[in-house]
């Protein structure tokens, strides 16, 4: 494990003060729109993958990327062991990966897929990906019920021209050009 990575928790006394019902977050958080990503890992743990839209920039001195990972999901150990992840934001057209790599289907079967690659870490790259961020873990935060995962962008591959998949109000949906 990289020595950098730490782990804490909030207060229980930060916790407790929050008196919003979970459903009621739960609906309002489907109000915020995301594009949809299939972060991917490999290494000595094993190579694994799942769809998130709990992606955002942190900074970009030095290029930084925030994951949001549930640590009851199957794949935690094995993106906690090998702390290296990429980031593939999927485009308008690979919606089936979403619900591959979102569903119960089992992990091999999910690269069959798609076309994968690598760049700098060895985590697979998404062949017609918008853009992928290959990433090291370099700090994990706990909050709740999920491990934040900030991680150092190594490399990236863009691709022009798709329209992005995105996640709003608990549905897919393309974004709309402005005019």
């Known amino acids: 494990m990289n020595a950098n990575v730490k782990s804490i928790n909030l207060p229980e006394a930060v916790s407790a003060t929050l008196n919003i019902d979970q459903q009621v977050f739960r609906q309002g958080m489907s109000n915020l729109g ?3 990503n299939v972060i991917t890992t490999a290494g000595l743990a094993g190579k694994a993958g799942f769809t998130a839209s709990a992606v955002c920039s ?3 001195t030095p290029p930084t990327l925030l994951v949001c990972l549930n ?3 199957s794949v935690f150990e094995t993106f906690k062991s090998n702390q290296v992840l990429c980031v ?3 485009s308008s057209s690979q919606k089936h990966l979403s619900n591959v790599f979102g569903g119960k289907t089992p992990m091999a079967e999910r690269f069959e897929k798609g076309d994968w690659s690598t ?3 060895g985590a697979p790259i998404l062949e017609g990906a918008l853009v992928s961020f290959d990433c090291e873990v370099v700090q ?3 909050v709740g019920s999920h491990d934040v995962l900030f991680c150092h962008v190594k490399g990236m591959k ?3 021209g798709e329209k992005a998949l995105m996640y709003f109000n608990r549905a897919y949906c393309e974004p709309v050009p402005m005019v």
């Open 34 to 36: 995301a594009a949809v």
């Open 58 to 60: 942190v900074t970009d």
């Open 71 to 73: 640590r009851s999901a």
């Open 88 to 90: 593939n934001t999927l």
């Open 119 to 121: 760049l700098v870490t």
């Open 140 to 142: 994990s935060l706990s």
């Open 158 to 160: 863009q691709q022009a």
